[in-house]
């Protein structure tokens, strides 16, 4: 499956932005899809993770509450509304796929990577 990230963009502390993650050659009903993001200097991280068996929803403790993953069927896209946000969210955020529904928060874990896109947020 190829991945396709996009929405990325600059936004003020507090703002709103929705990542979109468009799937080609496999469907996003099959896959556990999750949401990552690297500062620079630092290690990539998880976000979020949505399994494709139940679609049951994980999060890191830092965007709870603030970030929702989502899934479209239909239009085989993955998405990320990120809702007050803050500088600290700054980062490249990279969407991804793997077949199974164990360690959704383990960056190594995943088999499939989109490029990325930055998300700039100027406090």
């Known amino acids: 499956v190829q991945l396709q990230a996009s929405g990325g963009g600059l936004v003020q502390a507090g703002d709103s932005l929705r990542l979109s993650c468009a799937a080609s050659?496999?469907?996003?009903?099959?896959?556990?899809l999750g949401w990552f993001r690297q500062a620079p200097g630092k290690e990539r991280q998880f976000v979020a993770g949505i399994t494709w068996y139940d679609s049951t929803t994980t999060y890191a403790d830092s965007v709870k509450g603030r970030f929702t993953i989502s899934r479209d069927n239909a239009k085989n896209t993955v998405y990320l509304q990120m809702n007050s946000l803050k500088s600290e969210d700054t980062a490249i955020y990279y969407c991804?796929?793997?077949?199974?529904?164990?360690?959704?928060?383990?960056?190594?874990?995943?088999?499939?990577w989109g490029q990325g896109t930055q998300v700039t947020v100027s406090s």
């Open positions: 050659g496999g469907t996003v009903s099959t896959y556990t």
């Open positions: 991804a796929a793997k077949s199974d529904t164990f360690y959704v928060e383990t960056t190594s874990e995943y088999d499939y």
